[in-house]
């Protein structure tokens, strides 16, 4: 069975964006974009909400077009163009998505259920609210983060508040030569 994994890069002090989306701290380098590309390139498929996908849809269908383009992003704008999407949004129409991408409404539990029973590798969750409804219905089976050396005060936090605790059983970690380490964890 597949597995959701949430994945994002953060901030020391929890946040995955400052104040007006600001991730310009974030410090993705050559060898942790290539790091990023090797982990993303065997999963079955990205879920995203309505703002991440618009935000990756302004740059990665044509990144490897761009002679300024380093050779891991014109890599991954090709690993992101062909990857399956699912966007979670009321408001986009199907028409309104390409690069292989479709559309789901509202984050139903027994539909996740069913995504994860069909073939394929791995789902990753990104985007701040709906890794926060995913989180809501527990349904994320594994964690890799990037924590960047970095305190940006305030932002969007990785983790709302949410009922309950979370055990978790640390899988591995990595150092990059930038001072981000990635954590992984999964569910015991």
């Not at 559309?103 to 539990?109: A, I, K, M, T």
């Amino acid at each position: 069975m597949r597995k959701i994994i949430l994945m994002m890069s953060m901030s020391l002090d929890g946040f995955m964006e400052g104040p007006g989306r600001d991730i310009s701290w974030h410090m993705v380098d050559d060898e942790l974009h290539r790091f990023m590309n090797d982990e993303i390139r065997p999963l079955g498929g990205f879920l995203t909400g309505r703002v991440t996908h618009e935000l990756m849809a302004e740059y990665w269908p044509t990144a490897d077009a761009d002679p300024a383009s380093s050779a891991p992003e014109a890599e991954f704008a090709g690993i992101w163009r062909d990857m399956p999407k699912y966007v979670y949004s009321r408001t986009l129409r199907q028409e309104d998505l390409a690069w292989n991408s479709t559309l789901v409404r509202d984050v139903v539990p027994a539909e996740v259920a069913a995504l994860k029973e069909a073939p394929g590798g791995d789902l990753v969750v990104g985007g701040a609210d709906l890794a926060a409804a995913f989180l809501r219905h527990d349904l994320v089976d594994a964690y890799r983060l990037l924590v960047h050396p970095v305190r940006i005060g305030r932002g969007t936090p990785v983790f709302p508040p949410f009922a309950g605790p979370g055990p978790l059983r640390l899988e591995g970690t990595r150092a990059f030569g930038n001072g981000v380490v990635q954590l992984r964890y999964a569910r015991p």
